[in-house]
């Protein structure tokens, strides 16, 4: 059976009018979205700053560094970042040259006062077995010029004479007895200072431990970790500790701030999906300038401050030396908005 299409008819649609209109009304909505997202994106970012001050932190916690008083090498390396570790735990074995010059030096001191006792006591021992026969020959010299002395017949170059070996005699006496006396006074000193050289040894062998690095306290090894075979002068950190316990952030504040934040603001912390309600527990005296790798078309405001963050007691934090973003909002209102549409997202 023919139909016949009347394409003049009102109520039948024409079929490249309808693809035209859709089409149309595609690109429409398209231009459209287009549009209200720049529009969105500009009232975004222009009117963010009047809503919150937004800054970089990191997550941080109290560090205890571990380093040696000397230039040492790194021999090996029993611990990885992120482990746990107990006081008393042996975190490397390093090797010092320097020590090792140390203790030569310390050992040549005492060889040099070994030397100087036996000297001394030499010296001690002849100046006492000669002081008796010294002292003998004394009074003999004494007696024979007392009789010179009431003799009339003798010369005066006899006289001169006697007199003479009497004062070297005298002499001789005082000079051992005050060797004598010199030497046991020297003896005393020197055992003095070979045992404080002695005491010195053992300290700086004991700080050394044989070159065994232990952990002083529990904690978590940081990022900043030796490499075996890696050389490190005086006071460069060998590992470093951090206490898990005792875990805050280091906010970085932008200069360009509406409000000034104060001790006891309630702020959010963004890592990742995150948000984390916290606290500012102190605003510290100290500039500091945070310079991380920033995308294109965003701020670049130089910190000049640091704030310091606490988490709830509840809450759990992120890792340490993680980088996330601080939020504070100006009003408690718009504060309580955001959180409570965290969580209602479950991004808390």
Do not use: C
């Not at 006289?159 to 006496?173: N, P, S």
């Not at 906010?251 to 912390?269: D, F, M, Q, T």
Request: proline share 6%.
């Amino acid at each position: 059976m023919d139909l016949v299409i009347n394409r003049l008819d009102p109520n039948v649609p024409d079929p490249v009018e309808s693809r035209r209109r859709a089409a149309g009304r595609l690109v429409r909505i398209a231009y459209g979205t287009s549009v209200f997202g720049v529009l969105a994106f500009f009232v975004i970012y222009f009117g963010a700053p009047l809503v919150f001050l937004s800054g970089p932190g990191t997550v941080s916690a109290p560090p205890h560094v571990v380093s040696l008083p000397y230039i040492v090498q790194v021999r090996s390396v029993n611990l990885t970042p992120g482990t746990a570790v107990k006081a008393g735990d042996e975190i490397g074995l390093v090797r010092s040259p320097e020590h090792d010059s140390i203790a030569a030096t310390y050992m040549r001191a005492l060889a040099d006062i070994a030397s100087r006792r036996s000297e001394l006591r030499v010296r001690a021992r002849i100046a006492q077995e000669t002081l008796e026969a010294a002292k003998a020959y004394r009074e003999v010299t004494e007696l024979a010029a007392e009789q010179i002395e009431q003799s009339q017949s003798a010369s005066m170059t006899f006289r001169l004479e006697m007199l003479r070996e009497r004062a070297a005699a005298r002499k001789t006496v005082i000079s051992q007895e005050a060797e004598i006396a010199e030497a046991i006074t020297q003896l005393a000193d020197l055992d003095e200072f070979s045992q404080q050289l002695r005491d010195r040894l053992d300290e700086v062998d004991r700080n050394f431990a044989a070159g065994r690095v232990l952990a002083p306290v529990d904690g978590i090894v940081s990022t900043n970790l030796a490499n075996v075979g890696q050389s490190l002068v005086a006071g460069t950190p060998i590992a470093e500790i951090l206490d898990p316990t005792d875990v805050f952030v280091e906010w970085h504040i932008p200069s360009a701030r509406l409000v000034e934040p104060k001790v006891g603001n309630e702020v959010l912390v963004l890592f990742g999906s995150r948000r984390i309600s916290a606290r500012i527990v102190d605003i510290l005296p100290v500039s500091s300038v945070y310079a991380p790798n920033r995308p294109l078309l965003t701020r670049d405001s130089p910190a000049t401050q640091i704030a310091r963050i606490r988490f709830a007691s509840d809450a759990v934090p992120p890792p340490l030396n993680a980088t996330v973003y601080v939020r504070m909002f100006y009003a408690n209102i718009v504060f309580r908005s955001a959180a409570a549409l965290a969580r209602a997202l479950g991004l808390q």
